[in-house]
């Protein structure tokens, strides 16, 4: 390694040490990020205020509504008659109705269809189709049980026995989390390297140092090294975080881990030097790499939202999302293990991204002013 | 021109585009650069010094044209020409979060200096610069003219072979000024280094063994100091009068007949004529006035050539301002804290209508915070002040009414025009109707702007933002003018101009508080109090604050020589 490269990694080293506002954005921030949205944000319903009305008290019918009682996704509450469970619909103080009529017990026992009626507050349209889905989970549940109990056979023409793979309690965090890593060590990523070179320019040292030999492909070095090391700590963080306080099991190796981190940091730290060389002014360079690269990642990663239900359109627009290759990555590795069908491909996205990128910043980094 | 040349420049063309317009930077300029010898690049703000530098340095590419350094092509062959110069951009370029040490040892790396050469060439530097007690301080710690000399020990770990400095002694003390200056010699004498150095200071001029003189992109002139001042030999004179303030001597010789240029020069006034032309010195007011021809100046050459540029400034005419007795602004024990840091240390002084006051200090003396508490922008940490008989804690509203003030970098909406900006400002201050037309009027007409009334003002030439600064603060005719550094960037003919219409208002009774950098300019203050480090150092008229640093013969010295003193002593203290 040139003196050259070494007396400007020594530089951006000591200026992490002294101003630790990098520091926070390699640290702080993932942390903060991934305890606010790993906790914040869940596709679980619990607790849901559902209203239970039972026309016609019946052994059958507290049977069937005690099963709410007992569940975690539900926090019921009795209703006298419909009336007064729609108004507290409309209220807002619960998410759905479970009406029993009063011939309950009789449609259970005939083949009548449709015992129960459920109504459910759609506004929400994920929360309530999870109502839906709980409530008819716990209704087949209980008939199964109740019909076992009186040996008497199900009458229905198939019998689904579902079995759920890699994730098989349904916790939402044991893919959110992963996705999440993905999200925050983009902003993080490219955070660290937009707010470096603009404050070179801002302050005026890159035109004193453009006056001495060195090159820049020896800048660029001295700026991506030093980020790349801190970066590597925050994904490191973050993943210990995911493993240890969410408690998302991890079936993939690590070695491969690393290196796909690694790869998808230098696609991050890219994508900030760009923003950087090209706005020279550290506000909006901080602006731009929220926008430009955060929220499209939140977006388009398939991280909250499954890319194969988006339009067409958009779905060619998540390819040029970095962290999309990234969550798909990560969610194999924390969930399913080293699959190489999907890390490989992957993999290879990323190694063009952060090529591009790299490279993009390399040819408009030149030592000249304009 | 026989000695060899490090820098030859030919036809060289420089514009930048910006949203709306074009700016000639440099046109077709041609010039030598002399080996071996310091060479001044001079010239006013937006002359095109910087653009220049930076494309000898290799960091800009020209439209047209071409620029050799020491035998390269400086956009060609820039890595060359960077290997063999020293270039310390105008903010020195260093690093505020590393210490003096750190910084020296990222460039000697940046530069490739073995490591065996450094700790005698680093001794060296840290005793040139006299940073040697310093080394493991942060350089964002250091005042402005350590700062200056960090910066230009970082340029030269590896003794360089051409050595640019652009606008190196811009705000900082005359202290420093002179060190560095002496360090420059002392690298030409001992190093054989040439050395190019921008300066928008024109006494700096007669320091250097050539200067280039360069107005509005283009060169006006090439030459040694005496071959520009010769010309005007027998046109300079010495003018006093006693019993009359300097500042109005000068604004009477200033409107004579044949007279080119008239300066306040300590207790009298200096006078440049037309060619052929002799100073009148009869007529009524003019009792014992006295007239000694003296030396022509650099200075003097450049007004010659330069005052055919602009059309003939007029006299200000403010209304009279009903002048009431006492002082309008007292201070007295005055600090502001900034944490631990003193800004401004219990300073004291007093202000009479119709007087002019300056603030004189380097970049950091605590001026402007100063000016801030005193218009009510900042409170006092400990302290009275009293503005127009109103204390500012109490009733700085009212107070406000009554202050004009004009800031640094001129407070003007730059997407506005001329005529938005004067009605923005005259509405700001509640005039209505015929009173606000009124002096709408007056302030087109009265400072000339009438011609860019429709022009938006961040296009105008600083000169002409100087002044609408100005109209703007006098909308409402206010009492008292405050002036943060209003001539700080502007061309001297600008200068000029804006002191006689400072002359004009205090004439017409307007209390004028001004800062400045410009040691010059503190002859044409009444009475002013040098600041260094928050404190007073000396207060008086222009005479007694130099006989205060100087002594009994000091009176006749400049006011840069008595500010010198005056840091010394306390240095000492």
New interface residues.
């Given amino acids: 390694m040139?003196?050259?490269v070494?007396?400007?990694l020594?530089?951006e080293f000591?200026?992490v040490l002294?101003?630790p506002s990098s520091i926070a954005i390699a640290f702080l921030m993932p942390a903060f990020l991934l305890l606010l949205f790993g906790y914040g944000v869940s596709m679980d319903a619990s607790n849901v205020p559902l209203a239970v009305v039972v026309e016609q008290p019946g052994a059958e019918a507290e049977s069937f509504a005690s099963v709410f009682q007992h569940s975690r996704y539900f926090a019921p509450q009795r209703y006298i008659d419909r009336a007064s469970a729609r108004r507290a619909l409309d209220a807002g103080l619960v998410d759905g109705i479970v009406l029993l009529p009063a011939d309950f017990a009789a449609r259970v026992k005939g083949d009548a269809s449709a015992p129960i009626q459920l109504i459910v507050n759609g506004v929400n349209a994920n929360s309530a189709r999870l109502l839906e889905g709980y409530v008819e989970g716990a209704w087949r549940n209980w008939l199964e049980r109740e019909l076992g109990a009186r040996a008497m056979p199900l009458n229905q023409p198939v019998m689904l026995q579902p079995r759920i793979w890699f994730n098989p309690g349904l916790r939402s965090r044991n893919y959110l989390v992963p996705g999440l890593v993905a999200i925050n060590m983009t902003l993080v990523g490219a955070l660290l390297t937009a707010l470096v070179m603009a404050r070179e320019w801002e302050?005026?040292?890159l035109?004193?140092?453009?006056?001495?030999?060195?090159?820049m492909r020896e800048v660029l070095i001295g700026k991506v090294l030093p980020y790349f090391v801190l970066g590597m700590g925050g994904m490191a963080l973050s993943v210990a975080m995911a493993l240890w306080l969410f408690q998302v099991p991890f079936r993939g190796s690590f070695w491969v881990l690393t290196l796909c981190a690694a790869l998808f940091l230098l696609v991050a730290l890219g994508m900030g030097l760009l923003i950087s060389v090209t706005t020279r002014n550290q506000f909006v360079a901080g602006m731009v790499a929220i926008i430009a690269t955060f929220l499209p990642a939140f977006l388009l990663s398939g991280m909250l939202f499954d890319i194969g239900s988006m339009p067409v359109v958009v779905q060619w627009v998540t390819h040029l999302v970095a962290a999309r290759y990234f969550v798909a990555i990560l969610q194999t590795l924390f969930l399913a293990g080293d699959v190489w069908g999907v890390i490989v491909p992957n993999a290879l996205a990323l190694i063009l991204m952060a090529l591009f990128f790299i490279g993009l910043a390399r040819r408009r980094m030149h030592?000249?002013?304009? | 021109m026989t000695q060899q040349a490090v820098i030859e420049i030919s036809g060289l063309t420089k514009s930048f585009r910006l949203p709306g317009r074009e700016i000639d930077a440099l046109l077709d300029v041609n010039l030598r650069v002399a080996a071996g010898a310091v060479s001044g690049l001079i010239g006013p703000d937006g002359a095109g010094k910087t653009t220049l530098m930076r494309l000898v340095a290799g960091l800009l590419l020209p439209d047209a044209g071409a620029v050799r350094v020491l035998g390269y092509d400086a956009s060609r062959d820039a890595l060359d020409v960077q290997s063999l110069i020293g270039y310390m951009p105008q903010r020195f370029g260093l690093y505020e979060d590393l210490s003096v040490q750190e910084n020296l040892d990222l460039y000697a790396d940046l530069q490739d200096v073995p490591a065996s050469d450094r700790p005698a060439r680093y001794d060296e530097l840290l005793q040139m610069t006299g940073l040697g007690p310093f080394t493991r301080r942060l350089a964002g710690r250091l005042s402005g003219g350590m700062k200056q000399k960090l910066g230009l020990a970082c340029t030269l770990v590896r003794s360089p072979r051409l050595l640019l400095l652009d606008e190196p002694t811009v705000g900082v003390d005359p202290v420093s000024r002179r060190d560095l200056w002496s360090i420059v010699y002392r690298l030409v004498e001992e190093e054989g280094m040439s050395v190019l150095l921008s300066t928008a200071y024109l006494d700096e001029a007669e320091r250097c063994f050539e200067v280039i003189l360069l107005h509005e992109g283009r060169v006006v002139g090439q030459g040694t100091p005496s071959e520009f001042s010769e010309p005007l030999s027998g046109r300079s004179f010495r003018v006093s009068q006693p019993g009359i303030l300097p500042r109005r001597l000068q604004a009477r010789l200033a409107t004579r007949a044949g007279v080119l240029d008239a300066v306040v020069q300590g207790q009298s006034v200096r006078v440049v004529m037309q060619p052929g032309r002799m100073l009148e010195t009869g007529g009524g007011d003019s009792d014992n006035i006295t007239c000694e021809p003296v030396e022509p100046r650099f200075e003097d050459a450049f007004i010659d050539r330069l005052h055919g540029s602009r059309d003939g400034a007029r006299t200000l005419r403010p209304a009279d301002h009903a002048v009431t007795p006492g002082k309008v602004i007292r201070v007295s024990g005055l600090s502001r804290r900034f944490g631990d840091f003193v800004a401004v240390d219990r300073v004291s002084f007093e202000v009479s209508p119709g007087e002019v006051f300056g603030l004189l200090g380097a970049n950091g003396a605590g001026k402007t915070t100063t000016f801030r508490m005193l218009c009510g922008l900042l409170p006092a940490s400990a302290g009275e002040l009293s503005v127009a008989g109103l204390d500012l804690r109490r009733a700085p509203a009212r107070a406000r009414g009554r202050i004009g003030y004009m800031s640094q970098k001129f407070s003007l909406y730059g997407n506005l025009t001329v005529s938005q900006n004067l009605e923005f400002f005259a509405r700001t201050y509640g005039l209505r109707g015929a009173r606000r037309r009124q002096r709408l009027e007056w302030a087109l007409s009265e400072l000339e702007l009438a011609r860019y009334s429709g022009a938006a003002s961040g296009n105008l030439p600083l000169g002409y933002q100087q002044r609408l600064a100005l109209a703007c603060a006098l909308m409402h005719e206010p009492d008292i003018l405050f002036l943060d550094e209003p001539t700080s960037g502007v061309d001297p003919l600008a200068r000029r101009e804006f002191w006689s219409h400072i002359n004009a208002l205090a004439d017409a009774g307007v209390a004028i508080l001004v800062t400045t950098h410009f040691m010059e300019e503190a002859e044409y203050c009444d009475r002013l109090a040098i600041m260094s480090a928050g404190e007073i150092l000396a207060l008086g008229t222009p005479p007694e604050v130099k006989r205060r640093a100087l002594g009994v013969e000091g009176e006749r010295a400049g006011m840069e020589e008595a500010f010198i003193a005056l840091i010394e002593d306390r240095e000492v203290a």
């Fill in positions: 040139s003196r050259r070494r007396g400007l020594r530089k000591l200026q002294r101003d302050r005026g040292t035109e004193a140092m453009m006056v001495t030999p060195v090159s030592k000249h002013l304009e």
